[in-house]
C-alpha cells in the first residue's frame, strides 16, 4: 500500500514528496557507486515522485553508459534521489533514499524487506554472493 513519504537532503534545500509502497520492496546495490554510497533505495514512478524546492540546488553525476542521472544537493552534497530511464519498469523511473525520508520510524525502516542487485556484473536480476556489507 503506497502512503506519502516526504525526504530531502541533509541542508534541506531539496525536498521532495513521494508515494511509495516500501513495504513491497526495497533495493541494495554492489555497483561501484552505490557500494561507495551505500545506497539503500525505493522504485518511484514519475507520477509517484514531486519536487517540492530545490530544483536549482541539484547537481548530477553520471558515469558509465550514462543511463542513470545520479544527483545531489550542491551544498550539502547528500544524494537523496536519483532518476533513470528502464523499459523493465515501464520508462523514466525514480530511484528514492530510504535513509533520506524524513518520516519514516526507526521501527519501520528495520522492518523493511531488502532485495539485493548485483550490479558490479551488470546482473541485476541476481543478488550477489555477499550482501553483508550493503
Same mark, same amino acid.
Given at each position: 500500500?503506497?502512503?506519502?513519504? #516526504?525526504?530531502?537532503? #541533509?541542508?534541506?534545500?531539496?525536498?521532495?514528496?513521494?508515494?511509495?509502497?516500501?513495504?513491497?520492496?526495497?533495493?541494495?546495490?554492489?555497483?561501484? /557507486?552505490?557500494?561507495?554510497?551505500?545506497? &539503500?533505495?525505493?522504485?518511484?514512478?514519475?507520477?509517484?515522485?514531486?519536487?517540492?524546492?530545490?530544483?536549482?540546488? /541539484?547537481?548530477?553525476?553520471?558515469?558509465?553508459?550514462? /543511463?542513470? #542521472?545520479?544527483?545531489?544537493?550542491?551544498?550539502? +552534497?547528500?544524494?537523496?534521489?536519483? &532518476?533513470?530511464?528502464?523499459?523493465?519498469? +515501464?520508462?523514466?523511473?525514480?530511484? /528514492?533514499?530510504?535513509?533520506?525520508?524524513?518520516?519514516?520510524?526507526?521501527?519501520?525502516?528495520?522492518?523493511?524487506?531488502?532485495?539485493?542487485?548485483?550490479?558490479?556484473?551488470?546482473?541485476?536480476? #541476481?543478488?550477489?554472493?555477499?550482501?553483508?556489507?550493503?
Amino acid at each position: 500500500m503506497k502512503k506519502t513519504y #516526504h525526504g530531502s537532503c #541533509h541542508c534541506g534545500a531539496v525536498a521532495y514528496e513521494a508515494d511509495l509502497d516500501l513495504q513491497g520492496g526495497t533495493f541494495k546495490c554492489n555497483c561501484s /557507486i552505490c557500494k561507495k554510497k551505500r545506497n &539503500w533505495l525505493a522504485v518511484a514512478t514519475p507520477a509517484d515522485f514531486r519536487l517540492t524546492s530545490g530544483e536549482g540546488s /541539484i547537481g548530477e553525476y553520471q558515469f558509465g553508459p550514462r /543511463i542513470l #542521472h545520479h544527483l545531489f544537493c550542491k551544498s550539502c +552534497g547528500i544524494s537523496s534521489f536519483n &532518476w533513470g530511464e528502464n523499459p523493465a519498469l +515501464g520508462g523514466k523511473f525514480y530511484a /528514492i533514499s530510504v535513509s533520506c525520508l524524513d518520516d519514516t520510524t526507526d521501527e519501520e525502516l528495520a522492518s523493511l524487506p531488502v532485495g539485493y542487485f548485483d550490479g558490479r556484473d551488470d546482473r541485476f536480476d #541476481h543478488a550477489p554472493e555477499e550482501t553483508r556489507y550493503l
